[in-house]
């Protein structure tokens, strides 16, 4: 008998990148996969491998109440018509509103995801820190309302969570990010000449662009010869997103813009870097590890989570442009160090972080959540 599972997100793009794999693996299981998002870019990719995409008036930014009302409604009215067995909630303004749809509409099953966390947690600005107690509120009520199941992406937030009473540790679950294709993201020879270094983002300042730009200033002005590359595009529906102006005008850095073949990018560098501010768990710092490059990354929630400091890569203090330098410079000197951190990134990343181990993991609390035992 084939069981239906809903997703809700955000937006179509992250569902490809962070998501599909996943669903493909719960159609091969037997569940009929309809997904809920802001369709874009990929919705079309998405229904031409057969999920059924609908789309919802999902806007990141907004806060018009009134709007997110009608946004309950139409959820609620999805879920009625189309009465899965199980609703899985994506990021914050999903789980928020989707566990109240879910509660009207009676579906049986739910799984909350908070990915990341995004905009409310990671940012100084007074928007920020206005909405953060009202969201942090909902998202306890939501999490642990009754029945419900959580999936967090690094043990920080799953800690924090079952730590604050929010949810029993018995209905929170420990899967590591998205997952990573060990097949297309490879090992390889590192290139002759100069050491490239790349960052893999949204052009967002909570990714910590600006400080791997001031790095790689710091790192001109010491004589470090490497290329620093920005690759990734804008978010305009994220309050951190950068303008392509100032992308554009970082001379120390090289932006390359949206990368469409990350694994032939990475596979001309020697070392990737995320200074985030706050991940979940960060999709990037999985494709470099097992691309076999060593990482610089801040020691944050989520990035902790991905690189192993002093074994797979550095970790250094968020926010800290010159202590960012001085990891890059050590690794961009050292060639040897780079590939044996390189070679335990890759074993970590076979270890914990395969598609293959991300997905069984999934199906298991797939079949938790329907068999109701919590």
């Not at 303008?243 to 001309?268: F, K």
């Amino acid at each position: 008998m084939s069981r239906h599972v809903v997703f809700l997100i955000g937006e179509d793009w992250f569902f490809a990148s962070h998501f599909r794999v996943r669903a493909l693996a719960a159609r091969a299981a037997g569940w009929r996969v309809t997904i809920l998002t802001r369709t874009g870019r990929a919705a079309d990719a998405l229904r031409a491998e057969g999920f059924e995409v609908i789309d919802v008036d999902f806007r990141r930014a907004r806060l018009n109440p009134l709007a997110e009302f009608r946004l309950l409604r139409s959820i609620a009215g999805h879920y009625r018509a189309l009465a899965p067995d199980l609703a899985h909630h994506v990021a914050l303004k999903p789980i928020l509103l989707g566990s109240l749809a879910a509660a009207l509409a009676r579906v049986p099953a739910v799984i909350n995801a908070p990915v990341g966390q995004g905009f409310v947690f990671t940012s100084a600005t007074l928007k920020a820190r206005l909405l953060r107690p009202a969201v942090s509120l909902g998202l306890r009520l939501a999490m642990g309302a009754r029945g419900a199941l959580a999936v967090f992406e690094n043990h920080d937030d799953l800690t924090a969570m079952t730590a604050s009473g929010a949810i029993p540790s018995e209905r929170a679950y420990l899967i590591r990010g998205a997952g990573v294709d060990l097949v297309l993201y490879r090992p390889h020879t590192p290139p002759a000449g100069k050491v490239r270094i790349v960052l893999g983002a949204r052009m967002l300042a909570d990714k910590g662009v600006r400080e791997f730009i001031e790095a790689a200033r710091l790192l001109r002005l010491r004589g470090v010869i490497a290329e620093c590359l920005l690759a990734g595009g804008p978010d305009p529906q994220n309050p951190a997103s950068l303008e392509a102006a100032e992308l554009q005008r970082a001379t120390e850095a090289t932006w390359l813009g949206p990368v469409t073949d990350m694994a032939s990018l990475l596979a001309s560098c020697h070392i990737a870097c995320l200074p985030s501010y706050r991940e979940g768990l960060p999709k990037f710092l999985l494709e470099a590890m097992a691309s076999g490059l060593p990482c610089v990354a801040t020691d944050v929630v989520g990035c902790r989570e991905a690189v192993a400091d002093g074994e797979s890569g550095v970790l250094v203090p968020p926010r800290d442009p010159a202590a960012l330098a001085d990891a890059l410079e050590r690794l961009v000197a050292d060639p040897e160090l780079r590939a044996r951190m390189g070679a335990a990134g890759r074993a970590r990343a076979e270890t914990l972080f395969a598609d293959e181990v991300v997905c069984a993991a999934t199906l298991a609390v797939y079949e938790r959540a329907i068999r109701h035992d919590v």
